[in-house]
C-alpha cells in the first residue's frame, strides 16, 4: 500500500501527523554537538543512557495526550513503534555510544512537497 504524503505550507489545516513515543528513550553520550544544548545545571549535564523511568511515563502521558486531542479535531495520528534507543549508531565518518528518542520526529524527519527527507541530528 502506497502512503501519500505532502506538505507544501505551513498554513494549511492539519490532516495527518505522526506523534512520537517516549519509550526507551536515552541520554546521548556527550560529545561537542550535543554538550552546549544541556544548561550547566541540569540534571542530564554529564548522564548518557537510559532515561529515568519516571520521565518516560510523564512524557508518554503528554504525548497520549497530545495524540488524543488532535484524534478529537479530526486529524489522522500515525505512532511508531518503541525502538531500544540504547545502541550505537556507527558509520564510517563518527560513532555514538546511543541513539536518543523518537518522541519529536520532525527533528529528523521534514516533509517538503511529496518527499521525506532524513537529516541528520547534532
Request: hydrophobic residues 35%; charged residues 25%.
Given at each position: 500500500m502506497t502512503k501519500i504524503v505532502n506538505s507544501w505550507n505551513d498554513f494549511d489545516p492539519l490532516k495527518h501527523v505522526i506523534v512520537g513515543r517516549a519509550d526507551h528513550s536515552c541520554v546521548p553520550p556527550e560529545e561537542p554537538a550535543t554538550s552546549e544544548k544541556v544548561p550547566i545545571d541540569s540534571p542530564m549535564r554529564g548522564m548518557w543512557g537510559p532515561r529515568p523511568l519516571e520521565t518516560v511515563?510523564?512524557?508518554?502521558?503528554?504525548?497520549?495526550?497530545?495524540?488524543?486531542?488532535?484524534?478529537?479535531?479530526?486529524?489522522?495520528?500515525?505512532?511508531?513503534?518503541?525502538?531500544?534507543?540504547?545502541?550505537?549508531?556507527?558509520?564510517?565518518?563518527?560513532?555514538?555510544?546511543?541513539?536518543?528518542?523518537?518522541?519529536?520526529?520532525?527533528?529528523?524527519?521534514?516533509?517538503i512537497g511529496n518527499e521525506i527527507i532524513e537529516a541528520a541530528m547534532s
Open positions: 511515563a510523564k512524557a508518554n502521558i503528554q504525548l497520549d495526550n497530545l495524540a488524543k486531542v488532535l484524534e478529537e479535531r479530526g486529524v489522522k495520528v500515525d505512532r511508531p513503534s518503541p525502538l531500544q534507543w540504547n545502541q550505537p549508531v556507527i558509520t564510517p565518518d563518527f560513532r555514538t555510544g546511543s541513539m536518543m528518542t523518537c518522541m519529536p520526529p520532525r527533528d529528523t524527519l521534514l516533509t
